[in-house]
């Protein structure tokens, strides 16, 4: 069963606008969330994340909000460059689980328009 | 500079022969983990290290094995390769003190079994 969910593979957005790219999540234990970005042939990098006791963090162009309630997130891109043509990934963690790693979504790719 | 590398990029290689592909990092990480991207799958863990001599399995970890015997190095080896183990494979490492902190991927490694 899929604990982190990125149901739209792919957002089309037009250089300048708003980028809105949506995360849900099943696991209730998930305290810690973070986006990556992921360039073709590269292995993807940090952008930006959010603990759960948080409903928003902002990073420069970035921000990503939290909601708990709904077990969804959201990480905004305004406004929206070339450079920002990319797949993101979502992830979650338990981080008082005992174990390490990451739960990923399956991404969105993110097709900035000129 | 803070790097995890892996070796190769790219491999092909016949089904049954024994590979290693090689994750190294520069930043005394405590916590290795290896992940396979597949399309349509996402990101998901095959095993994990926790620190010297301490691994326990992801959520893939059948016909993989791994060992720490050093803490920069973390190597997945496959004994017996076959064509469902074509993947695009990442090595990640981040550190264990404080709360989750996030990691840092390798470039990847994209192994072709045929």
């Known amino acids: 069963d899929q604990q982190v969910k990125q149901n739209s593979p792919s957002l089309s957005v037009q250089e300048g606008r708003i980028s809105i790219l949506n995360c849900d999540y099943t696991n209730s234990m998930f305290d810690y969330f973070l986006w990556y970005k992921k360039y073709p042939a590269e292995g993807p990098t940090f952008l930006i994340s959010i603990s759960s006791i948080k409903d928003k963090n902002e990073d420069g162009r970035f921000t990503v909000f939290l909601n708990k309630s709904a077990k969804h997130l959201s990480l905004h891109i305004v406004p929206s460059q070339p450079g920002d043509s990319a797949v993101y990934f979502c992830?979650?963690?338990?981080?008082?689980?005992?174990?390490?790693?990451?739960?990923f979504g399956k991404g969105t790719h993110l097709i900035i328009q000129p | 500079e803070a790097q995890v590398t892996q070796n190769p990029r790219y491999l092909i290689t016949v089904t049954g022969k024994k590979l290693t592909v090689t994750c190294s990092q520069n930043?005394?990480?405590?916590?290795m983990s290896w992940y396979r991207q597949d399309p349509g799958l996402g990101l998901r863990q095959i095993y994990y290290s926790m620190n010297v001599e301490v691994t326990d399995k992801g959520d893939v970890p059948e016909g993989y094995k791994v060992s720490r015997k050093e803490k920069r190095n973390f190597p997945l080896i496959l004994e017996s390769p076959s064509p469902n183990q074509t993947s695009l494979y990442f090595c990640a490492s981040r550190t264990g003190t404080g709360s989750f902190t996030e990691a840092f991927f390798g470039q990847g490694t994209r192994l072709t079994v045929v």
């Open positions: 992830a979650a963690s338990d981080s008082g689980g005992g174990a390490d790693g990451l739960t």
């Open positions: 930043m005394n990480h405590e916590y």
